[in-house]
T-cell receptor, first 112, second 121 residues
Framework: AQSVTQLDSQVPVFEEAPVELRCNYS??????LFWYVQYPNQGLQLLLK??????LVESINGFEAEFNKSQTSFHLRKPSVHISDTAEYFC??????????FGSGTRLLVRP | GAVVSQHPSWVICKSGTSVKIECRSL??????MFWYRQFPKQSLMLMAT?????????EQGVEKDKFLINHASLTLSTLTVTSAHPEDSSFYIC?????????????????FGPGTRLTVT
């Protein structure tokens, strides 16, 4: 069975500081990995995904994540955060069944 | 592109009544739609997988008779919460999987609706 662990329930950080949101997964088969962002009272928006190929994937708003198979990780990073990045971030894993298994989420709180 | 809508966005109903939530893929065909439930400050829990023209597949612990799912077309799936009770109050989110690879979209990606907040009094 697949599972996703997001160890940090909340990450406070000052504006313009770098941030890393951790995600570890367990799976016995090839996986596809995703990061979603959720703003209050809204649905989920895809931030970035790893399906195959380059292990470093980037989003259009400065986030990046690196797939590390040996460490079974897919940590999300941003070199300089903005107030508007405050949101809940979910890491998810999927396999060929197309089901998404979500982590518990990490609340990123950016302070001025 | 790849827009999924949900209706209503929020609903309040009395205990014992039924509520229907619609999930539509607006600009693509979705052979598969998923229904999730999210409690406050918690993650999304998959409730069921809905395939067009066939019965939904429910996750363990989800009551089939309470949460009725109908996927009548490639662009519409509905979730009906029957005989709702206060403990059914939650944020319900649907997602849709594209029919296939199309431009930048792949069949492994799910597109999420904005969610429906259900409050049962």
């Amino acid at each position: 069975a697949q599972s996703v662990t997001q160890l940090d329930s909340q990450v406070p950080v000052f504006e313009e500081a770098p941030v890393e949101l951790r995600c570890n997964y367990s799976s016995s088969v090839s996986v596809y990995l995703f990061w979603y962002v959720q703003y209050p009272n809204q649905g989920l928006q895809l931030l970035l995904k790893y399906l195959s190929g380059s292990t470093l994937v980037e989003s259009i708003n400065g986030f990046e994540a690196e797939f590390n198979k040996s460490q079974t990780s897919f940590h999300l990073r941003k070199p300089s955060v903005h107030i508007s990045d405050t949101a809940e971030y979910f890491c998810a894993v999927s396999d060929s069944s197309y089901k998404l298994i979500f982590g518990s989420g990490t609340r990123l709180l950016v302070r001025p | 592109g790849a827009v999924v809508s949900q209706h209503p966005s929020w609903v309040i109903c009395k205990s014992g009544t039924s509520v229907k939530i619609e999930c539509r893929s607006l600009d693509f065909q979705a052979t598969t739609m998923f229904w999730y439930r999210q409690f406050p400050k918690q993650s999304l829990m998959l409730m069921a997988t809905s395939n067009e023209g066939s019965k939904a597949t429910y996750e363990q612990g989800v009551e089939k008779d309470k949460f009725l799912i109908n996927h009548a077309s490639l662009t519409l799936s509905t979730l009906t919460v029957t005989s709702a009770h206060p403990e059914d109050s939650s944020f319900y989110i649907c997602s849709a999987r594209d029919l296939g690879w199309w431009g930048q979209r792949t069949s492994y990606e799910q597109y999420f609706g904005p969610g429906t907040r259900l409050t049962v009094t």
